[in-house]
């Protein structure tokens, strides 16, 4: 380098430079340097290149390997997926089978074929896991492999999709096989229901036959204290009743449905049924024993085990007698007095006067029933002049016998004409006893009387228009009705029969204790 610098700077027959020149120099000097420097850095490139190359020749060598294998991973998998393409096919056919016929198989068809059609379904599950968790293996180790990403990613893909396919069509496969199995549970949980009903209503027809009721059933049945009802329990109150299915009874008591029950031995039913007829004749003697402490309390003799029913039946007919006794009592004797205050318009124009007047029979039944029946719901006071009044008011409606003499033309209910002075005579023919109770307040006690001795009381009509000048009836002759004169305006009193037809009980007025006789009835 040394040589070459001069060589180049000094020119030929010169034994130096200028200072001018002396950057010349400085610059070769450095080019030399470099040029040193770069064969040694030339030599490490050169080295670099040449183990680049071997790693470049080992990385493709590898990605070949680890692409065949790939591949080979690939063409197996697509294996697997093709055998598991014919499982799902076939499972896919068994599902459809069972969804088709799903209407007359029955609940053990239909689980029997749900449990086929789900064990498939989870071996194919099984087999397209494996080959689901292997595609995302191989997906992971190409990722990392930059020359294998682009290349496996198409086969890759195509798995990871016909996997996902598959997985799909096994889950619409499980789904029908699921609901095959709620259909099954559904069935079998209304045939648990149907028997259990059937053996309800037994039970309950058998306490019903035996005077007992609903309430009394579990009773009845259980043998125990605990309040359980053991299957047992009922074989024994059903055992010498009624026919029974113990398959039907055992699918009843036995949570899982369809199991039936072994036959029980024969001893062990013995065995029960003694237990059933010693609880039985314990509880007899419970009962005897409270009646007997019953007795003693009461002060009555102890009644004999047996007869506990007759006693009870005569104790239940006798509030039944009374009751009849005290109806017949009632229908015969009077009503006692009642106090009445007026509540509505219509009973603020009724007479307030002291005294009262008693009904007698049923006619006394039917005035109490009236009052009882009053809107203001209190006593009422019956008073001389009310019971008048409420007889004449029914007499309105009772047709009037008219007295020999009438024309054939009048009418049943038209009034009658009475001459004054026949009135007079009747009044002063009355018997004495009745003219002695001649004050106003004073009560007046009447007898039952017959129908015959009832006589007919006129209209209110002919009571309200009476003038002014008509003097005040009596208690006495308050029972008479009241006619119209013909030789005077004024109105008078005349008795009238009634009728011989007519239903006395019904039709019966209150009156007094008064009754006119056959010669004044005759004269008027």
Known sequence: NLERIFRQILPLNTTGITVAE???????????????????????RLEREAREREEAAVRRAIVQEKHAEMSKCIEGLMYQLNEIEYQVLSVERMAEELSSGIGGLGVNE??????????????????????????QALMREASEVR??????RPGLTMLSSRADMYDMRLHEAARVANNCRQLASHRAFADYEADRMDLAVVLRSLVEAEDGTV?????????????????????????????????????????????????????????????????????????DESAKEVSKEAGTPEPEAGTQEPLKNELEKAPLVEVVETSKVNTESALPAKTFEASS???VELPKCEGTSAVHGKAGEQHAEQFADHPSGKDVEMTQETAVGASAEKSDML?????????????????????????????????????????????????????AD?????????????????????????SVPMVESTSSG???????????????????????????????????
């Open 215 to 287: 309430e009394d059933m579990f009773d009845r049945v259980s043998r125990r204290s605990d309040g359980k009802v053991s299957m047992e329990d009922i074989i024994v109150f059903l055992k010498g009743r009624c026919e029974f299915d113990r398959a039907k009874l055992a699918r009843v008591f036995d949570p899982d449905g369809y199991i039936l029950l072994e036959p029980m031995e024969e001893e062990h039913e013995v065995q029960m049924l003694q237990a059933a007829a010693e609880a039985q004749l314990q509880q007899q003697a419970t009962v």
């Open 147 to 152: 020359e294998l990403t682009e290349s496996m």
């Open 345 to 347: 318009p219509m009973d």
């Open 22 to 44: 002396f950057q010349l120099v400085k610059s070769a000097v450095g080019i030399a340097r470099n040029e040193i420097r770069g064969r040694e850095k030339r030599a490490d």
């Open 110 to 135: 239909l689980n029997l074929g749900a449990s086929s059609v789900e064990s498939c379904v989870q071996a194919s599950r099984a087999e397209l896991f494996e080959v689901q968790n292997r595609v």
């Open 399 to 451: 047709p009037v016998q008219t007295p020999a003499g009438t024309p054939v033309g009048t009418p049943a209910n038209k009034l009658v004409e009475t001459p004054a002075e026949q009135l007079a005579e009747t009044t002063a023919q009355l018997p004495s006893e009745t003219s002695a109770q001649t004050p106003s307040d004073a009560p007046v006690q009447t007898a039952p009387k017959t129908p």
């Open 454 to 478: 009832v006589p007919a009381a006129a209209p209110a009509e002919s009571l309200a228009e009476a003038p002014s000048e008509t003097p005040v009836v009596t208690p006495v002759e308050a």
């Open 490 to 524: 004024t109105p008078v009193a005349a008795p009238v029969e009634p009728l011989p037809d007519q239903p006395s009980e019904e039709n019966a007025s209150v009156t007094e204790n008064t009754a006119p006789s056959g010669d004044d009835q005759e004269r008027a």
